[in-house]
């Protein structure tokens, strides 16, 4: 069965100090990894895809990594306004072609 | 004005009752979802739609039904609502030509079923 676990559920950060939160999978066939951020009271936004093992993206304070069984979310010395949930997602090589979600890690960084 | 346009953003009703959630867009996207979000279970996919004529279940479609109406118009009905379908709901596009997984997002629906 295909599975999609994110990890921590939740983190605190205090600003300035750098962490990574992990998204891990099973899956039969992986033809990408998505990041999205999602902010209270709205719809995700999304940050980056992914494609292949070994593969980073960056924007900002974050960078996004892919392995063949996970891919992290490094976020370098975070400010407050990157306090957000930070879903993963992935689009299987099956005949759904949509994405399927992992449940989310809730980030707060306090100043 | 948003690109994704979901209506109402909130409703309460009752069990029993008939809903319908509408989204339109202005994006020009083919392609249109229905996730649903409940606290620690993530995005959930309902239905999707890949044109007017092309509409399939996602993981969870019972209970629910879509209907496409046009490029722009893909609403969701719930027959008849049940307290455990009390939850937000997304209305989400896609471009199918850049096809990166990029999904634009509605502001969501909160629907509470008493």
């Known amino acids: 069965e295909d599975q999609v676990t994110q990890s921590p559920e939740a983190l605190r950060l205090q600003e300035g100090e750098s962490s990574s939160l992990n998204c891990s999978y099973t899956?039969?066939?992986?033809?990408?990894l998505f990041w999205y951020r999602q902010d209270p009271g709205k719809g995700p936004e999304f940050l980056f895809t992914?494609?292949?093992a070994g593969e980073e993206k960056e924007k900002e304070r974050l960078k996004a990594t892919l392995t063949k069984k996970e891919s992290f979310l490094h976020i370098t010395a975070p400010k407050p306004e990157d306090s957000a949930t930070y879903l993963c997602?992935?689009?299987?090589?099956?005949?759904?072609?949509?994405?399927?979600f992992g449940s989310g890690t809730r980030l707060q960084v306090q100043p | 004005d948003a690109d994704v346009t979901q209506t109402p953003r909130n409703r309460i009703t009752k069990t029993g009752k008939r809903i319908m959630l509408e989204c339109s867009q202005t994006k020009g996207h083919d392609r249109m979802y229905w996730y649903r979000q409940d606290p620690g279970l993530g995005l959930r996919l309902i239905y999707y739609?890949?044109?007017?004529?092309?509409?399939n279940k996602g993981e969870i479609s019972d209970g629910y039904s879509v209907s496409r109406q046009a490029q722009a118009k893909f609403s969701l009905s719930l027959e008849s609502a049940i307290p455990n379908q009390t939850a937000l709901y997304f209305c989400a596009t896609s471009d199918f030509y850049r096809d990166t997984g990029e999904l634009f997002f509605g502001e969501g629906s909160r629907l509470t079923v008493l």
């Open positions: 992914l494609y292949s």
């Open positions: 899956v039969s066939g992986l033809r990408g």
């Open positions: 997602a992935l689009l299987l090589d099956t005949g759904r072609r949509a994405l399927t």
């Open positions: 739609s890949f044109d007017v004529k092309d509409i």
